[in-house]
Nanobody, 127 residues
Framework: QVQLVESGGGLVQAGGSLRLSCAAS????????MGWFRQAPGKEREFVAA????????LYADSVKGRFTISRDNANNTVNLQMNTLKPEDTAVYYC????????????????????WGQGTQVTVSS
């Protein structure tokens, strides 16, 4: 199982940018699809973005498409989420998640696809 630690959250004004990073430990990172989810107060956890183990296929939620970019560096066991043109509705705790290596090249927007989760990092966007 892979252990995940997110960083890079903070307070930013609307229209600003933040870059989240997720550092993974364990030998299965390069064989795992990776995803970012978020959860706002009083709301369910929702999908943000995901990338296959090779980085060749990427999915985004419609709400972040064109503003957020997910990337991974298998040599350094990291996955990043570049967030531009942030909006107050982007305020949430952001979680990094890893899929099972047994999933192969699959990618998924559902939370149950991912078996390992980080502790989350808070992103607050002020209006």
């Amino acid at each position: 199982q892979v252990q995940l630690v997110e960083s890079g959250g903070g307070l930013v004004q609307a229209g600003g940018s933040l870059r989240l990073s997720c550092a993974a430990s364990g030998r299965t990172f390069s064989n795992s699809a990776m995803g970012w989810f978020r959860q706002a107060p009083g709301k369910e956890r929702e999908f943000v973005a995901a990338v296959t183990k090779s980085g060749g296929n990427i999915l985004y939620a419609d709400s972040v498409k064109g503003r957020f970019t997910i990337s991974r560096d298998n040599a350094n066991n990291t996955v990043n989420l570049q967030m531009n043109t942030l909006k107050p509705e982007d305020t949430a705790v952001y979680y990094c998640a890893a899929g099972s290596p047994r999933s192969g090249s699959a990618i998924n927007t559902g939370a149950t696809f991912y078996g390992s989760w980080g502790q989350g990092t808070q992103v607050t966007v002020s209006s």
